[in-house]
């Protein structure tokens, strides 16, 4: 488990040639020449050379690492005072095991493609629950081609660099496995950072295409004019002078040289710049967040667009929460409470996220309000009318207005 990509020894990214390798690589659908492990070690490296990719990943992270969550019963299930000091404990257990911390190896794995957390469970006094986490690197994993949503671990000789498959056990461990084009390309890796690689190495590269450019052109050309009919020395001489006036800011001349400074075509290669990063970072953000909005919008019509972008990122950040409950529930939930309790008599427990933050309460106060100007006797729940208009429904001794 020591896999070095010795391309990037030298070099934060590969060579375009490098990467088309790596591509092909990863590609193959033959296990004998297969090998993912040199472009994952790129979509590793990409954070760190592009910092307004990093914020967009830390941004979609954030966004659903800051919700509230629970564990409990489905909803129409009636829940009894067992069930009620089970829940209790698992929760316990959930908060002493650090089960959070996997929310982001989790979208490390939607981000990525895959991932993987080994859990060590052991006995204590609050019963058999996860006494270590091991996780896995991006080169340590492969899926597997011939089983849906399965993963392969990689064990890499230290010293030869070759490499061994063995499964991933889905029973001791958090298994993630996405792709952006299921039903389009099965055996598509790196999932959303693999779409983002290209703009990243192309961004990368130019800003030292762009250095060289100022390097070259930082300072204005200075060129002189002479007598016609001048002898080669008197050139010779012109010439030395410009020499020691570029090294020296000083030379000294004969009054019949003329010298002109002809200014740089900078602005072009400047605006060429921007333009381009600006057209990468506006590209990223759509790939992650699903909207550009600090880059799309202008005067005209912000409010409008606002709106627009934030519906998108807000189904997207849906996902990432439905993904989550659905790894935790399946993967970890059911698991403590078999290793705990065994089978239950009804159904299992859930992980459910609170996702009431993202009602749009000004939405759901129009449609109260349409509803009770049609029909002025249409029965609401109370509580839930408070909680759909994020208001909280006031108690005995409240103050009200």
Do not use: C
């Not at 020591?2 to 088309?20: F, G, H, I, M």
């Not at 129009?366 to 029965?379: A, C, M």
């Amino acid at each position: 488990m020591a896999y070095k990509n010795s391309d990037l020894n030298n070099s934060l990214l590969p060579t375009l040639d490098q990467l088309r390798r790596y591509i092909r690589s990863a590609n193959n659908i033959d296990k004998r020449y297969r090998d993912v492990r040199p472009l994952m070690s790129t979509l590793q490296r990409i954070l760190q050379t592009d910092l307004n990719l990093l914020g967009l990943v830390q941004t979609r992270k954030l966004a659903v690492l800051g919700f509230d969550y629970t564990i409990t019963m489905p909803d129409g299930v009636a829940v009894n005072s067992q069930d009620e000091q089970r829940i209790a404990e698992m929760k316990l257990r959930f908060s002493r095991g650090g089960i959070a911390a996997l929310f982001n190896a989790i979208m490390n794995g939607r981000l990525f493609g895959m991932s993987a957390t080994r859990l060590v469970w052991g006995n204590g006094p609050l019963g058999t629950m996860v006494s270590k986490k091991q996780r896995y690197s991006l080169t340590d994993l492969d899926h597997d081609i011939e089983k849906d949503g399965a993963l392969d671990q990689l064990d890499t000789n230290t010293n030869t660099q070759l490499f061994t498959r063995r499964p991933v056990d889905p029973e001791t461990h958090i298994i993630v496995r996405y792709n952006p084009l299921d039903g389009i390309e099965e055996n598509f890796v790196g999932s959303i950072m693999r779409t983002n690689l290209v703009y990243s190495w192309i961004k990368y590269f130019d800003y030292f295409n762009w250095a060289k450019g100022n390097e070259k052109f930082a300072d204005p050309m200075v060129w002189a004019s002479y007598r016609k009919g001048a002898q080669p020395s008197e050139v010779a001489t012109v010439v030395d002078g410009l020499e020691k006036l570029g090294t020296d800011s000083r030379a000294a001349f004969s009054d019949d040289v003329k010298l002109q400074l002809l200014e740089s075509m900078r602005s072009g290669s400047v605006s060429a710049h921007k333009e381009l990063v600006e057209t990468i970072k506006t590209e990223q953000a759509i790939s992650i967040l699903g909207q550009s909005l600090t880059t799309d919008v202008q005067d005209k019509g912000s409010f409008a667009a606002a709106k627009v972008h934030n519906f998108v990122r807000a189904d997207i950040m849906w996902g990432d929460l439905l993904a989550l409950q659905e790894v935790i529930t399946e993967q970890y939930i059911v698991q403590d409470y078999l290793k705990n309790y065994g089978e239950p008599a009804n159904v299992f427990p859930v992980f459910r996220f609170n996702t009431d933050e993202i009602q749009d309460a000004e939405s759901n106060a129009r449609v109260f309000s349409e509803v009770k100007s049609i029909d002025p006797k249409f029965p609401f729940k109370r509580s839930e009318v408070y909680k759909k208009m994020g208001f909280t429904e006031p108690q005995e001794g409240d103050a009200t207005i």
